[in-house]
């Protein structure tokens, strides 16, 4: 309901339910305090905050004010029952997110989580939904297990009108707490840290062994573990024969490496030699094979606990494949299981 005044002596008022909006000209505005944040936009050069919610009017506002179009400014008078967008963005969002999460101030009704590490998002999808279905307030995030960079953001909370009723934010903090009490404490948005892994890697084929052609594989595979904090510690050579290839394996697990990575002589082919060699050497095998493209011919395995994987040739050349997907999963100390080799399929299909 709005309520209008046409002989301009009495300031509009403007009803969202119980709350009250109440416009008073800038020039009458001096000591009072803005209802909502006003934002500037000049093309090309800026856009951001002017002015925050709160902020108290002073006479040198008023120029700036009358420059962005705003010859009147609203007072906000908050019904029962009722949250300004502000509030319950951050609301929402200290109730989801995990301590170690940093939170902007909330800024036209939205809050920001960004991690502080680099690390691997932790989302529950069904919290996600839950609140969205609330309606009149949203949460937006990253997908679960996503690689996340410090400082960027993983989650959003926003307030889609200006006034949100407080039973809503209030479901948003009821479901998180239920999520902590089953996930001992944890919260339903957080980052888990990566270990600093060494691993040992094995370049077959009797073509890279005998020096015939350069090795690429030992550059693509340093450089992914590299800008995730790991490293490949050492770097050998094996030709197409399964029992050198096996006795290699046994080499690196006695050096004690946190992983094992078999790179060449993954596919069908009579004379590639690694997935049986993977197996001779002792590995359960997890999945040979991935629904996921690139990347389907990856195998996955322990040894006593150590990962083991062998890579296929994809891994030197496409940016993104099934390994770029368990890599981090397991730097963040997952175990690799069945059903999580399955799950790939689903949004796999990403080559050409």
Request: proline content about 6%.
């Amino acid at each position: 309901m709005t309520e209008r005044y046409e002989d301009g002596l009495e300031p509009e008022v403007i009803r969202h339910g119980s709350t009250v909006l109440k416009e008073v000209s800038v020039h009458d505005a001096v000591g009072l305090r803005l209802a909502h944040d006003l934002t500037q936009i000049i093309p090309g050069q800026f856009k951001g905050r002017l002015f925050k919610k709160g902020h108290l009017i002073a006479e040198a506002d008023i120029p700036s004010l009358l420059d962005i179009g705003k010859e009147h400014i609203y007072i906000l008078e908050l019904g029962e029952g009722e949250l300004h967008e502000d509030d319950a963005a951050n609301t929402m969002a200290r109730a989801l997110a995990d301590d170690g999460l940093n939170l902007t101030e909330p800024h036209e009704g939205k809050v920001s989580l960004k991690s502080p590490i680099l690390g691997l998002a932790q989302i529950d999808k069904e919290i996600v939904d839950a609140v969205n279905m609330l309606g009149e307030i949203a949460l937006a995030t990253v997908k679960q297990h996503a690689v996340v960079q410090a400082g960027s953001p993983i989650a959003a909370t926003r307030a889609i009108p200006l006034v949100v009723p407080k039973d809503k934010v209030a479901e948003v903090e009821r479901l998180a707490r239920q999520y902590r009490l089953r996930h001992g404490g944890a919260a339903p948005l957080s980052v888990r840290p990566f270990r600093k892994l060494k691993a040992g890697l094995l370049t077959t084929g009797s073509e890279v062994y005998q020096g015939r052609i350069v090795d690429k594989f030992g550059p693509a595979v340093a450089a992914k573990l590299n800008a995730l904090g790991s490293e490949v510690a050492e770097q050998r050579f094996a030709p197409d024969n399964r029992q050198f290839i096996v006795n290699e394996i046994h080499f690196m697990l006695s050096q004690g490496y946190d992983m094992i990575l078999v790179t060449g002589g993954m596919s069908v082919d009579p004379d590639d030699r690694t997935p049986g060699a993977i197996r001779a050497a002792g590995a359960d095998i997890v999945s040979y094979g991935t629904p996921m493209l690139p990347g389907s011919m990856l195998l996955m395995g322990y040894i006593n606990g150590i990962p083991i994987l062998g890579l296929p040739g994809c891994v030197m050349h496409d940016p993104y494949t099934s390994f770029d997907v368990l890599l981090p999963r397991i730097l963040a100390g997952d175990t690799i299981k069945r059903e999580d080799i399955i799950e790939l399929g689903y949004g796999g299909l990403l080559g050409r």
